[in-house]
């Protein structure tokens, strides 16, 4: 899910700071960096990772302390794992953008499944790949029956296939497809099952993740991520990961780490340098406007910055865990972080990661 939210407000006390190696470089963005991970840990992240590119160069830092296997306390790096969050429906949205750019769907498709999945449709109006992956769709953003039975602290994993049917089945559109802006983890999760049904985590190694070298970003652990992965908190306790074997799509069981997430910001900045150029340029592309200080790419939101250049990014968070992730092409620059603690929003107030992810873009940008 995603949200502009605020923290908990759990504090970790003797939380220790640690320089990651790649930002020592003088006269990197290390100092603004660090001061923003010390305000992550202190707005209650046990742990926090923050990674940037400026200039062409990639640096990371880590802060706080994780509880490793073994018993050993260990400071977070841009190998830690952590659970994604929605910034999976930007993968997802890239997965479409290829099946455009080949050929094989496109855009104004009308949201296909099999029959036994009825697509709610509003004012004569049939939902598009377009409405969906620009929350423009009018769908709501959960199917009316997930938390029929479900366990609140994995409000997924008990929702199958027949669950969907049968959600979809009670499914009413608030608005005519293509009008207003909703944001929907339904739609999401629906758009990967048009791409690739019952099949999408699949799907995602096969066309985006693979072929951009994230070899830790996937909704099913490895053993080796499984060892370096952070554990999720919830208002200071320690909660599970989220499992999904339906809305995947929608980025709700995706993990990753910051190194992996630079890669992937890296192509951002330089969609020519990616195996798939036009497919990225594809998803910055503005589909749909929401306002005058937001306009939705395929996934990724688009806002304007003060000296005129266009920020794209998208938050996450699950259960257990919040991240977010910012690029401005006009300067080169990205920033992304992660950190093992869930938050809301309040109705003044965004979550930590989000105004300090945010935040630092606009600095670096700026500079």
């Not at 073994?70 to 099946?99: C, E, H, M």
């Not at 990014?313 to 620059?333: D, K, L, P």
């Amino acid at each position: 899910m995603t949200a502009t939210a605020a923290a908990t407000g759990a504090s970790v006390a003797g939380a220790a700071l640690l320089p990651g190696s790649a930002a020592a470089a003088a006269g990197g963005p290390s100092a603004r960096m660090r001061r923003a991970l010390e305000k992550a840990l202190a707005s209650g992240a046990p742990g926090a990772v923050c990674g940037v590119i400026r200039d062409g160069r990639t640096h990371v830092e880590g802060a706080g302390r994780l509880r490793a296997r073994g018993g050993r306390a260990v400071v977070p790096d841009g190998g830690t794992v952590f659970q994604l969050g929605s910034i999976g429906k930007t993968l997802t949205a890239t997965a479409l953008a290829r099946a455009v750019h080949a050929g094989t769907t496109r855009l104004d498709a009308p949201l296909t499944l099999p029959a036994r999945f009825p697509v709610p449709h509003k004012g004569g109006r049939r939902i598009t790949l377009r409405d969906l992956a620009t929350h423009s769709s009018g769908l709501p953003s959960l199917p009316p029956n997930l938390f029929t039975g479900a366990d609140p602290y994995n409000p997924y994993a008990h929702y199958t296939l027949d669950d969907l049917a049968k959600g979809l089945a009670a499914t009413e559109l608030a608005t005519v497809p293509g009008k207003t802006y909703a944001y929907s983890n339904l739609g999401f999760g629906l758009l990967g099952q048009a791409l690739a049904f019952d099949g999408v985590d699949a799907m995602l190694r096969r066309r985006v993740t693979g072929p951009l070298g994230l070899r830790d970003t996937r909704t099913t652990l490895t053993r080796d991520m499984a060892a370096r992965k952070a554990v999720g908190h919830l208002e200071g306790k320690a909660v599970p990961d989220w499992r999904d074997p339906v809305l995947s799509a929608a980025g709700t069981s995706m993990y990753s780490t910051a190194d992996d997430m630079l890669r992937y910001l890296g192509a951002q900045l330089r969609p020519e340098r990616s195996p798939f150029r036009e497919a990225v340029e594809l998803t910055q592309r503005p589909h749909f406007t929401a306002d005058e200080g937001l306009r939705l790419g395929l996934g990724w939101h688009l806002s304007p910055l003060p000296n005129g250049h266009t920020m794209a990014w998208h938050n996450g968070g699950t259960g257990g865990f919040s991240s977010c992730a910012a690029f401005s092409r006009g300067s080169g620059t990205a920033v992304v972080m992660m950190v093992n603690t869930a938050s809301e929003e309040t109705e003044d107030q965004a979550r930590p990661v989000d105004s300090l992810t945010i935040g630092l873009l606009r600095e670096l940008d700026a500079a």
